[in-house]
């Protein structure tokens, strides 16, 4: 990024879109800096409201690599985003684009619907392959399975008259020919129709603040998003790491940390707690990693530790420090799956347990790289159908029963090295799953959790009879125990390396170059009229001849 990019006292770079885009959509919005693009869809957040990108749905298309369609997709991936007028998509010459492999593609689209009835709307959608489709969190229409798309798959929901309701429909191309097609039928109509394109928008801007409202970070907890924080002026952002200052520079209770970095394995707990591991015989050292250097705190990365299919890491745990069931708390590692399960496999990859000998359910909470068959052991939430196996997950016992939540996110051989965490949000009763970014809330069922008891395992489930099955195949690295929902700013993989912050010597100076002039000018008069507060200068609402005033009678130089 180069200095012109860096707004007056290194407010961030979000907000410079406001003023120098021409509210066009074919002009920068889809070629956002990593920090102008907080929700990670490919555009930049400020454009991310009605009046820059009009009608239609954000489509995000991403390649695939050759063990699974959605589980080996990763942000890296996305090969671009553009708008798409609605979901209508059978011999079109134009879908997937260009860019896109014309097999083996996966879709994204993200935006609002708003409609002009009130009641029960029934959608239905036709497809080849896979599809499914969310409207405010809930999941109307879910076939995520190779087909030919000769069949119809419903579902209906409750909308209201003008207001907006968030909308997520993703689709995968697996081989052979792709289409797909989303229909409604609103209460006044008699037959199903394309969903026309006046009704969707590809802003998700829902309260009108200028940011986009949907998967925003808030990495202090003030309410206050840190888009909004950094475009307003709020926060700094000197590092350009996406991530206000304050954040950077506090420090998340870390109640271990394993880096598995010795050769021969001697597993230490490098957060100073001393909760060190201990490894049985058939898990040893690798020098494969993730990475040469740790992103957030620049320390060498020498290796990983090796699960085959059998093994364990313990830590006792005589005063229950790892009893978190009831308690928020975050996981987060880097891991590489050695072979990709399935449904059908009893295999279910086990990363982290923390239970007592008498079953699962006195799990306090069991987190699983792949799901496996796991919704044929008790209660399950989340993905309802076409579970591949791979799916992460995470399990807790209530003293009574014990249930799973299954992501949709998925982990698979050929995705290599990942980064992955689990969030467990007891105050909002959620839990957030995220994988190199890609991120899904579920809400807990409220069944309730045990603390749980008895040893911290990693790479192994065991059964009430105190043997081990279940293992994880794969290599682990980096893994981190957090009391509290960690934001993803605050992860291993975010860079803080904050450099000294200028200030702002005058108003007016709104690129921080030491002088009032015509570039100053220009950006205020391409705010004429807006709220934003960074070309505020008389704290009035509104850009207007106030302001003008006062940028002109500090012309010049700086003092």
Known sequence: MNEKSRLPV???????????????AQDGCFTPDACEDLNGNGVVDACENVDSLGTGLLGSYYGSCSGSIYGGVTPSERILTRVDANIDFRNDSDFPPAEVPGDRFFV??????????????????RHDDGFRCSVNGQWIIEDWVDQSGGEYHA?????????????????????????????????????????????FSPSTDLDGDGYPDFDVEDCDGDGISDAVALGSGLSRDCDLNCVPDEC????????????????????????????????????????DRFSNEIPRTGDDNSGSVEFPDDGQLRFPDPDGVFALGDESFTVEAWLKVNAATTENNDQRQYLLQKKSATGDVNAGFQILAQCGNIAAAGDWYGKSSNRGGNEIGIRFGNGTSAYTMISRIQLVDCAGWVHMSVAVDQENQRVRFEVDGVVEWQDLPGLGHVPGQGALRIGAHSTSAGDLDQHFDGKLDELRIIRGVLPLSGMLDRSTEVEDCPENPCDGDYDDSGSVDGADLTQ????WGTVDVLLDLDGAPGIDGADLTILLGNWGVCP
Request: hydrophobic share 40%.
């Open 10 to 24: 290194c407010l961030g770079v979000i907000s410079s879109a406001l003023v120098a885009f021409s509210l066009s």
């Open 524 to 527: 205020l008069l391409g705010g």
């Open 108 to 125: 994204r689209w993200t935006g609002a619907i708003t409609s002009g009835e009130s009641g029960v709307h029934g959608f239905r959608a």
């Open 155 to 199: 579902g209906e929901i409750e909308l209201t008259a003008g207001v907006p309701a968030l909308v997520v429909i993703e689709y995968y191309d697996n081989s052979g020919s792709d289409f797909c097609e989303l229909e409604w039928r609103t209460p006044s109509m008699d037959e199903h129709e394309i969903v026309p394109t006046d009704v």
């Open 248 to 287: 950077d520079e506090s420090e998340p209770e870390v109640l271990a940390w394993y880096r598995f970095e010795s050769n021969p394995l001697v597993i230490i707990d490098s957060s100073g707690n001393d909760r060190h591991l201990i490894a049985s015989s058939e898990v040893s050292f690798s020098s």
